[in-house]
Each structure stands twice: as C-alpha cells, then as structure tokens.
C-alpha cells in the first residue's frame, strides 16, 4: 500500500444547501439527523420548562 495515497472516505463529494438541509426526508439522510438533533433539543426544553413551572408554583 502507497503511503502517500489518502483515505478519502470521508469526504464530502456533493455538498448539501441550506434549503436542502431543512427539507423533511425520512430514512438515515444528513437532513433526518438535523431534524432529530432539533426535535430532541425541542423535547428537553418542554421537559425542563415545565419542570421548572411546575417546581415554582406548584412546589
């Protein structure tokens, strides 16, 4: 194996747009785990806002 040869799997061969980074796309695609990360985040704000109500007016 050449030494100077690089491993280039992980390169990005067509970049994705912003437009196209926020479309809806099910499946594992790069726009379904933005989607995923910002869910998740959205669920842990609701979680932890209504813990915090609830433990100052009703605690």
Same mark, same amino acid.
């Given at each position: 194996?050449?030494?100077?040869? /690089?491993? #280039? =799997? ?9 437009? /196209?980074? #926020? =479309? ?11 989607? #995923? ?23």
């Amino acid at each position: 194996m050449d030494s100077h040869q /690089e491993n #280039n =799997s992980f390169e990005v061969v067509n970049p994705v747009t912003r437009g /196209e980074l #926020n =479309s809806w796309r099910r499946g594992f695609t790069p726009q379904a785990e933005i989607w #995923n990360g910002r869910m998740a985040m959205f669920g842990l704000f609701v979680g932890i806002s209504s813990l915090v109500f609830v433990n100052l007016f009703f605690g």
